[in-house]
């Protein structure tokens, strides 16, 4: 499954779009003006996967991340999510989202998945959990906030 990540920060403009074949980069897209600095961090901390792309935007404030998507289908919510539990559950909690909540409760995986690495005590909620509200917390926030 290919998943296309966009990295915006205040501290730059544009954006730099990440696409991830089964977890590994296959494509990278430079759209943002960046310093001399900026470069060279990027070329140093270049993201070759999903979580070190997520711990990367997650370790800074002016950064954010999320997935792009035209439109979400369960399927690949579900996908993303990584915990294949409660399925039916999930489905109809899905099912009862707007469009515009289904793209917020895609989107901010990666910054849920930041969350975690930063906790590694801390179970994954349920999909169908996640579905019911949870996507609305700021877990960036929360994972500053230890």
């Known amino acids: 499954m290919t998943q296309r990540y966009s990295i915006t920060s205040t501290r730059f403009e544009g954006e730099l779009l990440f696409e991830f074949n089964e977890g ?4 990278f897209y430079n759209n943002a003006t960046l310093n001399d600095d900026q470069l060279a961090f990027l070329v140093k901390n270049f993201p070759m996967t999903v979580p ?3 711990y990367i935007a997650g370790t800074t404030k002016t950064m954010s991340i999320r997935l792009v998507t035209s439109e ?3 399927s690949e919510f579900y996908d993303a999510f990584g915990l294949k539990v ?3 559950e999930a489905e109809k909690a899905w099912e009862k989202l707007t469009l515009e909540q289904r793209h917020r409760a895609f989107e901010s995986i990666p910054s849920y998945n930041y969350f975690l690495m930063t906790r590694p005590n801390q ?3 349920y999909p169908d959990t996640w579905l ?3 996507f609305e917390n700021d877990y960036k926030a929360l994972a500053k906030a230890k």
């Open 72 to 74: 979400v289908t369960f």
């Open 24 to 27: 590994v980069v296959a494509a």
């Open 123 to 125: 179970n994954r909620m």
């Open 132 to 134: 019911r509200g949870k």
């Open 52 to 54: 070190t792309l997520e």
């Open 86 to 88: 409660n399925r039916k």
